[in-house]
């Protein structure tokens, strides 16, 4: 097969070989691929074929190439949605995606060339054959209608889209404000004839005829209305409302408000100020209906009225038991385009969803989520629960833009309902290629968050994305990255996916000067699965952008540390900005403080290191500290030498520069020949002094007696050592005059991290490990440590049993023979 290599620019994608994603590279190169801990598929080769970018990355060691459906369907990319809460990471055992309130987070086109996806040295399974079938299958099905809708695939109106469960009731049209009902069109001469009679009266007109010609006004033709509000004598108009507007009555404040959305009168307009006053002035003096309709109308407005929507959650709070269930939907869409979450309502907003949620449509479950979700507004776990319980048994009658508004909810109440994650498997994949770049991203970003694993969600996301990445916005091609990195998958298109999301990347640099929390959130997503875009690094960690992450609203520089790192060791090549040593300190600092009042307190944590300590001999067996704090977990670190004995090394106040006293030993032809040749003459000087050193004289201090007869054997021969005790006083210089005698001082060894995992290490339900700690052990391995796991489902039903057990438990994890075979 001929291999068809179609280039592309991509900003510096670094890795040493220069390779092409065709099909006959990508069957050569699936064996060559490693994964640890994935779902038992079987390892097969990627027939497809399919075109992609040459991409050059540097190598890093190791590396071989080896949130309607109609509503979605029909999505804006300009649009703007709220911005979720930011995927951030805490001080703790795991990084958490973005979208979670509990934990803070959550991250110009060059030249072509990145640091390196590392690869471990295990094939990778690829993904099954059956799956790439059904995805490109369920592509196929939806490309026709995705190419009929392709003019509108990414015209979502963030404005209109979260209004359409107002479609579903009458009752609805008096409490909102519905921009697209069918009105009479005004002749141009009418208007005319209007806009003179105002110049001639010049503010003369009664209220009720200033009312009558606002709303004939405002039934112009569409294109007139802009021509309309820049002409003078409309503002004449405007003028004599506000000198009236005390005289109107409500239902003609109301009426003039309307038609002010009608012609898209600016939000910050006189005319507005006026009404704005005094609406707030007469709340008291409005029934609900009312209020909630001129609420909506600010919003379709877009002006910000904080005084007004204070007073009217204050009224809503004295009439709470009155409310209609289109009254309570409505009113808490309003707090969610408001971005407010009144406190005093919180308990009475559940105890509202509780009395109405079988009486919802679906629609509007969606809409009580996304304005709970807007508003963050905290829903205890009951509450979520019973919606997550509904949406489970009725998501395939229910639209994508109502299903991602509950998936967004899920995500930041951080409820784990395996039901509505089972279904969504089952329903979403089908849907995702009509879905727009936002609602995919909604969807993607509540698995990683939620730590939840859905292969067919994930290959369906990755199959459909490539088509539409120039519709991300920075922060969708940020998401989707973490989202992967996290989930630790790469697709079967993994070159196509990750290479237009790195190319989007570069387009959007612009945008993360303003929001520098994405940039770092898609550069960690990336580092998790060993990619390394060099020139995107090089301008993360500049002194600039650095500046800019300080005054971000999230806490972003472990992020940059975890990154930073993460370049040092598995790109030696790299060339670029580092972080200077000062801020490796202080969020050092931090991290270690976090650490010692945090993790390793936790229970599971110290019974492994007591009963280590008990097994090998004493506490400078064992070390409970973070070998690399930038990964912000701990680890147990113990060493073997290589006949599998433990060596001392946590020495608490090592003082090698000690003088020792001089005991007076003479140095005699015989000591020194049983020195040199120890108990065999075929051996190497070198050899005995490493086979004969006591773990105690390893670092020049005195030879310890051994806590188990386990370790008596572990002493070498007494003549020899007793000898060395005596003699090293006597040779002083003389050593230096002996090279042989100090080579090798340390015996080899293995340096051993074990990791006490727990279940935010996995995905939820699995043993899949998530991104960060995979990162984390490959930079282990990379450093020379060989990882072991006391793996939560192990380790923590063994600390209800014996101490016996839990030893025999450790020893036989410590003294694994595999362990020096493998470090050898």
């Given at each position: 097969m001929a291999t068809v290599l179609i280039c592309r620019r991509f900003p510096r994608l670094s890795r040493v070989t220069t390779f092409s994603t065709t099909a006959k590279c990508k069957a050569e190169s699936g064996s060559n691929k490693s994964k640890q801990k994935k779902e038992e598929n079987p390892e097969t080769a990627n027939t497809r074929t399919e075109s992609a970018a040459t991409i050059q990355l540097l190598n890093p060691l190791d590396y071989r190439v080896s949130y309607n459906p109609s509503a979605y369907a029909k999505s804006r990319a300009a649009s703007q949605q709220h911005t979720a809460r930011n995927s951030g990471q805490a001080l703790g055992d795991t990084f958490t995606s973005p979208g979670t309130a509990q934990v803070q987070h959550t991250f110009g086109t060059a030249s072509s060339q990145a640091l390196p996806p590392v690869r471990d040295a295990l094939p990778k399974p690829k993904s099954k054959p059956v799956l790439e079938q059904t995805v490109s299958a369920l592509l196929s099905v939806a490309q026709t209608k995705e190419e009929a809708e392709k003019g509108k695939t990414e015209m979502h109106n963030s404005k209109e889209d979260p209004r359409v469960f107002q479609k579903g009731r009458p009752e609805y049209r008096s409490l909102s404000y519905d921009k697209f009902e069918p009105i009479e069109t005004l002749p141009l001469e009418e208007s005319e004839s209007i806009l003179h009679s105002v110049a001639v009266c010049k503010g003369s007109q009664s209220p009720g005829t200033i009312t009558d010609y606002f709303c004939r006004l405002s039934r112009l033709p569409v294109e007139q209305h802009a021509v309309l509000v820049s002409e003078l004598r409309f503002n004449t108009l405007c003028h004599c409302a506000v000198k009236n507007i005390r005289l109107f009555s409500t239902s003609d404040l109301i009426d003039?408000?309307?038609?002010?959305?009608?012609?898209?009168?600016?939000?910050?307009?006189?005319?507005?100020?006026?009404?704005?006053?005094?609406?707030?002035?007469?709340?008291?003096?409005?029934?609900?209906?009312?209020?909630?309709?001129?609420?909506?109308?600010?919003?379709?407005?877009?002006?910000?009225?904080?005084?007004y929507l204070s007073i009217l959650f204050s009224y809503a709070n004295m009439h709470w038991k009155d409310l209609t269930l289109p009254q309570f939907v409505q009113l808490v869409y309003i707090i969610g385009e408001g971005r407010r979450s009144p406190v005093d309502l919180k308990q009475k907003m559940e105890s509202m969803i509780l009395k109405y949620l079988d009486s919802f449509t679906l629609e509007e479950v969606g809409a009580v989520c996304l304005g709970l979700f807007k508003s963050l507004s905290g829903i205890s776990d009951h509450i979520m629960r019973k919606i997550a319980d509904r949406v489970s048994l009725q998501m395939e009658d229910m639209s994508t833009y109502a299903l991602v508004n509950v998936?967004?909810?899920?995500?930041?109440?951080?409820?784990?309902?395996?039901?509505v994650m089972k279904k969504l498997g089952k329903v979403i994949p089908a849907r995702i290629p009509t879905v727009n770049i936002q609602g995919i991203m909604h969807i993607t970003l509540t698995c990683s968050s939620l730590h939840y694993f859905d292969e067919g969600i994930m290959a369906a996301v990755a199959m459909s994305l490539p088509s539409k990445v120039t519709y991300c916005r920075s922060k969708d091609a940020a998401k989707f990255l973490w989202s992967f990195g996290c989930l630790d998958y790469e697709p079967p298109n993994e070159e196509e996916f990750y290479s237009s999301l790195i190319e989007q990347m570069h387009r959007k640099l612009h945008e993360f000067r303003k929001f520098p929390e994405h940039l770092l959130t898609g550069l960690l997503g990336l580092a998790f699965v060993k990619r390394f875009p060099e020139e995107l690094i090089d301008y993360a960690l500049r002194d600039e952008f650095v500046q800019k992450t300080r005054s971000s609203k999230y806490e972003l520089k472990k992020d940059l540390f975890t990154l930073s790192k993460s370049v040092e060791i598995e790109c030696p090549s790299y060339q670029g900005n580092r972080l200077p040593p000062q801020l490796y300190e202080e969020v050092t600092k931090m991290v270690l403080n976090f650490a010692e009042?945090?993790?390793?307190v936790r229970p599971e944590i110290v019974e492994a290191v007591s009963l280590l300590q008990s097994m090998l001999g004493g506490p400078e067996y064992v070390k409970n500290h973070m070998i690399l704090p930038h990964t912000r977990s701990s680890d147990l670190?113990?060493?073997?030498?290589?006949?599998?004995?433990?060596?001392?090394?946590?020495?608490?106040?090592?003082?090698?520069d000690r003088k020792l006293k001089d005991i007076g030993v003479s140095l005699t032809d015989d000591l020194m020949t049983q020195l040199i040749k120890g108990r065999s003459n075929n051996q190497s000087p070198v050899e005995v002094e490493n086979a004969d050193r006591t773990p105690g004289q390893e670092r020049g201090e005195e030879a310890r007696t051994p806590r188990t007869g386990d370790r008596a054997a572990f002493s070498g021969a007494p003549l020899i050592a007793d000898a060395r005790l005596q003699l090293e006083p006597k040779l002083g210089r003389c050593l230096e005059a002996l090279p042989s005698l100090t080579l090798n001082r340390q015996p080899q060894r293995v340096k051993l991290a074990i990791q006490v995992s727990n279940r935010n290490h996995y995905c939820y339900c699995s043993k899949r490990l998530l991104g960060l700690h995979c990162l984390k052990r490959r930079q282990l391995r990379q450093l020379g440590y060989v990882v072991v796991e006391l793996p939560f489902w192990e380790w923590f039903p063994l600390l209800k049993h014996t101490r016996l057990e839990k030893l025999s438990y450790l020893h036989y994890k410590v003294f694994d023979p595999a362990l020096l075979s493998r470090a050898g």
């Open positions: 003039i408000l309307k038609a002010c959305v009608r012609l898209v009168v600016p939000p910050t307009h006189p005319l507005l100020n006026a009404c704005e006053n005094e609406f707030c002035r007469r709340v008291w003096d409005m029934n609900l209906d009312q209020l909630l309709l001129v609420a909506d109308c600010w919003r379709c407005l877009e002006r910000s009225v904080p005084s998936l967004k909810m899920l995500r930041y109440t951080r409820m784990d309902h395996l039901p009042q945090e993790i390793y670190e113990v060493h073997l030498a290589m006949d599998g004995h433990p060596i001392p090394f946590n020495l608490k106040d090592p003082i090698p």
